[in-house]
C-alpha cells in the first residue's frame, strides 16, 4: 500500500471539494497535491503527470492571484481590482489559440516521452497532460467550460492509472469525472 499516494488522494478530494464550491482555498490544495504527485508519478514511469504536476505547482500561484484579484473595473484611475473573479463562460475568441496549444503540446510532450523516457503510455500520458494545461488555464479563469474539458481528462487519467496500478489514484479521478458533472451544473447556476 503506497501511503504517499493515499495521502494524494485525501488532498485530491479536498482540492474538489473546493473546486466545486468555487472556493479560493481550492489553490491552497493545488500546491500541496502536486507537490505529493510529483514522487508518485515519477516512482511509476509517468514523467509528462510528474512534468505536468510541477506546472501545476507553480499555476496554483497564478490562479490564486487571478481569483483573489482578476476582477477588475474600470474607473477614472483605470482598472481597480473589485474582488474576486466571478464564474463566466470562456469568450470564443480563446477557442483557436487554446486548440493551437494543446496540439502543441500534445505532439511535443508524445515525441520526448517516445524518444527520451521508458514510458509505456507515451501518447496517452501527452494526451492528459497537454489537454491538463489548457483546464488549468481556463480554471485559473473561472470558466465554466473548464468542468467538460477536465471530464475528459478525468476518464482517460483513470484508465490510465488503472493499466499503472495506480488504484486509489484510478479511484480519485473516476470521482472527479463524476463530481466534474455536478460542478459544471453549479457553475452554470453561479453564473446567473
Not at 484579484?69 to 469568450?91: C, D, F, H, I
Not at 487554446?98 to 527520451?116: D, M, N, P
Not at 480554471?139 to 493499466?163: F, P, R, S, T
Request: proline residues 3%; charged residues 10%.
Amino acid at each position: 500500500m503506497d501511503y504517499l499516494e493515499i495521502c494524494g488522494t485525501f488532498v485530491g478530494l479536498l482540492y474538489l471539494w473546493l473546486e466545486y464550491r468555487a472556493s479560493v482555498y481550492l489553490w491552497l490544495a493545488s500546491i500541496v497535491m502536486p507537490a505529493i504527485y510529483i514522487f508518485v508519478y515519477y516512482r511509476v514511469g509517468l514523467y509528462a503527470d510528474f512534468g505536468i504536476n510541477i506546472y501545476y505547482l507553480l499555476a496554483a500561484l497564478y490562479g490564486w492571484y487571478i481569483w483573489k484579484y482578476g476582477n477588475k473595473t474600470e474607473n477614472g484611475a483605470g482598472k481597480q481590482p473589485v474582488g474576486e473573479l466571478p464564474v463566466s463562460r470562456m469568450p470564443l475568441h480563446y477557442y483557436l489559440p487554446s486548440t493551437f496549444v494543446f496540439i502543441f503540446l500534445f505532439v511535443a510532450i508524445g515525441y520526448i516521452l517516445l524518444f527520451f523516457t521508458d514510458s509505456n503510455v507515451p501518447w496517452w500520458d501527452s494526451f492528459t497532460t497537454a489537454l491538463s494545461v489548457i483546464a488549468l488555464w481556463m480554471l485559473a479563469h473561472k470558466y465554466v467550460e473548464q468542468w467538460l474539458v477536465w471530464i475528459v481528462i478525468d476518464v482517460a487519467c483513470c484508465g490510465i492509472y488503472v493499466y499503472k496500478g495506480l488504484y486509489f489514484t484510478a479511484f480519485l479521478y473516476g470521482f472527479y469525472a463524476v463530481v466534474a458533472i455536478f460542478g459544471y451544473l453549479k457553475w452554470k447556476k453561479m453564473m446567473q
